[in-house]
């Protein structure tokens, strides 16, 4: 081009870099890359996954492990012993010394009808954790929600069953045990590789509204069972009595029935035998009956009288009125 002039590339003086230092530089930059994109460490609580080219390849164990990089390889890290968990009615914001809960309603998971159509607000939790990493990750596309719509779904179930005194007071560990088997079986029925720690009913209670009403029933319940239980004591108490005290005068009758029977025939036996002994000896049968007769009488007599036989009046020997008589 005309004005300017033309100049020869081999005329720059550009710096020189020997073959082997970019040879050398390319090895190690390569040796890093391998590195940090190959070596890979698994912490205890977790498994890795491994898949090549997007299949499944083999689960490695806690510690360091290498794997292919530069994308052929790709690792998915599961926490196999952490225990994760869904709450249902409610959300828990800040766990600690001072829990604090949300304030916002979820009156569309909670409130259930009951098997004696009451309504219940059941607020409950469910724990699990991943008991196959594989199936965990591709047999369902969104665990999460899968657990939540088949624990929801079980337990309007279960509680549909019961009535409501069932779900709010009597049978609530019967009632979280049921949903804990039942939900586990349906996640076994799809494969999802979980397994269900514990589901617990964190509070049941009646809609706010009818609140007031049901304590009133519970109060009238309560009262109920009180004057029954009462009943039952006084029951207790006064019937065995009863029973006791109608034996005792059915015992006492009986050994007084026996006692009369047996002395009536002892007398009878002695008299019969005092007759028979009076025909063999009547005269001294008779003397010896009347001495018998007068030890007894004469010793209960304040004052004895003896007079002649001979004495035809007596009356006059006697002094009738004698202490005012």
Do not use: C
């Amino acid at each position: 081009m005309a004005g300017f002039e033309e100049i020869k590339i081999d005329q720059l003086k550009l710096p020189k870099l020997s073959k082997r230092k970019v040879v050398t530089g390319i090895i190690v930059l390569a040796v890093l890359i391998f590195i940090f994109t190959g070596l890979y460490t698994i912490n205890p609580e977790e498994v890795g996954v491994i898949q090549r080219f997007g299949k499944y390849i083999n689960t490695t164990e806690p510690g360091l492990h290498f794997k292919i990089p530069f994308g052929v390889d790709k690792l998915t890290k599961v926490k196999v012993k952490h225990v994760f968990k869904e709450e249902f009615g409610y959300r828990t914001l800040v766990s600690g010394v001072q829990t604090r809960y949300s304030a916002r309603s979820y009156d569309h998971e909670s409130l259930m009808l009951t098997g004696d159509l009451n309504i219940a607000d059941v607020e409950w939790i469910v724990q699990y954790r991943i008991k196959d990493p594989v199936k965990y990750l591709f047999r369902i596309r969104n665990v999460v929600e899968t657990i939540r719509d088949l624990s929801e779904s079980v337990t309007r179930q279960i509680v549909g069953d019961r009535s409501g005194d069932e779900v709010i007071v009597l049978s609530r560990k019967e009632i979280a045990d049921e949903i804990q088997i039942e939900l586990q079986q349906k996640l076994d029925d799809y494969g999802a590789g979980i397994e269900i720690y514990t589901v617990n009913l964190q509070n049941v209670n009646p809609p706010e509204r009818v609140k007031p009403a049901f304590n009133d029933v519970n109060s009238a319940k309560q009262e109920k069972e009180r004057i029954v239980n009462e009943a039952w004591e006084n029951y207790n108490n006064i019937i065995p009595e009863a029973k006791g005290k109608a034996k005792r005068t059915i015992e006492e009758a009986e050994g007084y029935a026996i006692n009369r029977v047996n002395r009536a025939n002892g007398d009878a036996e002695r008299f019969n035998q005092m007759y028979n002994q009076y025909i063999y000896a009547r005269t001294v049968t008779k003397k010896r009956l009347y001495l018998e007769t007068m030890q007894k009488i004469l010793p209960k007599v304040e004052k004895i009288y003896i007079i002649d036989d001979k004495q035809k009046g007596i009356l006059p020997l006697l002094n009738l009125d004698k202490g005012g008589k």
